[in-house]
C-alpha cells in the first residue's frame, strides 16, 4: 500500500513570496489533514478535510494560508505572502473515516525555509 | 494551551535496556492516546495506541501504559535496540468536537549500542 506523498520535499523562499505544497493521500482515505511543525514542537493541526469539505481550519491564518482539495483527493496548501516564522516542516496525513479514525498516517513533509 | 506535554526532551538508554517515555495530558475528554516515532526527514510513524478504558496495551516490545487518574500515560520499549533511536510524540484524540490529535512536543530517545 502506497503511503502519503508530499512535494517538494525541501523549499526555500523569501519572505513576502508565495510558495505551494502538494499532497496525495493513502489511497481510500477520506480524511486528509495538514499540519505544521515548527522545530522544537510537535505537529500543529492547521486544517483537516473530510472527503473535499472543511471540517476544522480554526487554526489556519486565513490571512496568509489557504488550502483546497479538489475531488476528494489530493489537497494543496498555499502561502502568500510567507514569514519568517512560517519557516517549518509542512505534514500532510490522511486517515479512514471509519474505524481507527483516530490512526492517522504523516507524509514526509515539506521543510520550508523563509529568508 | 498545550493539552499534552512531554517534559523529557531526550533519553539516552544502554542497549537491551528499558526505555521509559512519559507523557501527561490535560484534557479529560480524550478517548484514544497514540505515540508516533518519527526518524529525521521522515514523517511521524504510528507506533501504538491505546483507549480510554483500557490501562495496557502491547505490541511485542512496546507496551503503553494509561492513568487516567493522573492524566498519564508511558510507553515502555523492552529490549531497547539501536534502531529505536528516534524522537517520540505523544498524542491524544477526542471523540467528540474536533477529530483531530493533540501532539506532545516529543522526546528525542537515543540508545546507545
Known amino acids: 500500500e502506497a503511503g502519503v506523498a508530499q512535494s517538494p520535499r525541501y523549499k526555500i523562499i523569501e519572505k513576502r513570496q508565495s510558495v505551494a505544497f502538494w499532497c496525495n493521500p493513502i489511497s481510500g482515505h477520506a480524511t486528509l489533514y495538514w499540519y505544521q511543525q515548527i522545530l522544537g514542537q510537535g505537529p500543529k493541526l492547521l486544517i483537516q478535510?473530510?472527503?473535499?469539505?472543511?471540517?476544522?481550519d480554526s487554526q489556519l491564518p486565513k490571512d496568509r494560508f489557504s488550502a483546497e482539495r479538489l475531488k476528494g483527493v489530493d489537497s494543496t496548501l498555499k502561502i502568500q505572502p510567507a514569514k519568517l516564522e512560517d519557516s517549518a516542516v509542512y505534514l500532510c496525513a490522511s486517515s479512514q473515516t471509519s474505524g481507527a479514525s483516530y490512526e492517522q498516517y504523516f507524509g514526509p513533509g515539506t521543510r520550508l525555509t523563509v529568508t | 494551551d498545550q493539552q499534552v506535554k512531554q517534559n523529557s526532551p531526550s533519553l539516552s538508554v544502554q542497549e537491551g535496556r528499558i526505555s521509559i517515555l512519559n507523557c501527561d495530558y490535560t484534557n479529560s475528554m480524550f478517548d484514544y492516546f497514540l505515540w508516533y516515532k518519527k526518524y529525521p526527514a521522515e514523517g511521524p510513524t504510528f507506533l501504538i495506541s491505546?483507549?480510554?478504558?483500557?490501562d495496557k496495551n502491547e505490541d511485542g516490545r512496546f507496551t503503553v501504559f494509561l492513568n487516567k487518574s493522573a492524566k498519564h500515560l508511558s510507553l515502555h520499549i523492552v529490549p531497547s535496540q539501536p534502531g529505536d533511536s528516534a524522537v517520540y510524540f505523544c498524542?491524544?484524540?477526542?471523540?467528540?468536537?474536533?477529530?483531530?490529535?493533540?501532539f506532545g512536543t516529543g522526546t528525542r530517545l537515543t540508545v546507545i549500542p
Open positions: 478535510f473530510q472527503n473535499n469539505g472543511v471540517v476544522d
Open positions: 498524542a491524544s484524540w477526542a471523540e467528540t468536537g474536533a477529530n483531530n490529535l493533540f
Open positions: 491505546i483507549s480510554s478504558i483500557k
